[in-house]
């Protein structure tokens, strides 16, 4: 079987027209086709319908994708661990402020020599799809199921179990408590208009309200991190959520406080997801650093993990 056939057809598969896969491919249309029908015949089988807007695949076609796609990675990881050159260890850490950036960088100030890229995806559903297609090497998410059953091409290790912290204004009735236990939140309204539907943090925190029964309003408009919290400053009602490593700037004038959550502590449950096939030298070291670095929950620890995820605590 030929590899650019391969190539072709997953181009052509993910625009829908053979020219754009051309361009794409630095080849005529012509070329596209030749690939294309040479496939077809080796395969003995029909792999697209062309339509008046394109093509579109065929039951075939649609069966053969994920696994020529698994191909194109499969050599694309290949190359790269004979190539002498090197590139970056390219890893999704979903924002810059988050736990999973604090994660990653220290692992890179044991491991100055690796050099990292550093990228920010839309959440675990990008990130799975980047390290299918080979874009991502490793990135962190919180995974609402096992990742083999998403992809056994895929492999998964805890990372972080983040306790989960409220931050209100010096105003409001909870501030100066050492700590806050997530049924006294029921009276108050907790915004956080960072939740997208259908992401896992939406999931997190829609488990998170109905075990405590708390409101969260997760209404935009979203304005950024340092909105947000001038607008808490300015509310002696509203609070808002932060994980223990989200780092942002705090000034003074604001007079916020961060309070952390207790009996039972949430926790938010990071983890790393790579690509089992994936040969960059950096990944091992950094599959090996996140797995000497997580800290599973305590036997006698009151904590509160999705429903998915308790079952494990380690």
Sequence with gaps: ???????????????????????????????????????????????????????????????????????????????????????????????????????????????????????????????????????????????????????????????????????????????????VRPDELTPFTAWVPGIVTGTEWAGFYEEFARAFRIDIDSTGPNFGFESLLDTIADSPALLTFVGEKTRGSWPEHQRLTRIPLARPKPLYPWSLIWHAGNQHPGLGELVRHVRRSFAPVAVREEVWLPDLVAPTRR
């Design 1 to 179: 079987m030929n590899f650019e056939a391969v190539r072709a057809f997953v181009a052509v598969a993910e625009d829908g027209q053979f020219q754009i896969a051309a361009d794409q491919l630095g080849i005529s249309q012509q070329a596209v086709s030749k690939r294309i029908a040479a496939l077809e015949s080796f395969l003995g089988t029909k792999l697209f319908e062309r339509v008046a807007s394109g093509a579109v695949l065929t039951a075939d076609g649609v069966r053969f994708l994920p696994r020529a796609k698994a191909v194109l990675v499969a050599v694309k990881h290949a190359v790269e661990s004979v190539r002498r050159e090197s590139r970056p260890l390219r890893v999704d850490v979903l924002s810059r402020r988050l736990a999973s950036a604090e994660i990653l960088r220290e692992f890179h100030l044991g491991h100055q020599a690796i050099s990292i890229e550093i990228l920010t995806t839309s959440g675990v559903d990008a990130t799975i799809r980047g390290l299918l297609d080979g874009d991502i090497d490793a990135g962190f998410c919180y995974l609402r199921e096992p990742i083999d059953r998403t992809d056994p091409q895929l492999a998964q290790s805890f990372a972080y179990f983040e306790p989960v912290q409220i931050v209100v204004s010096d105003r409001h009735p909870l501030a100066g408590h050492a700590a």
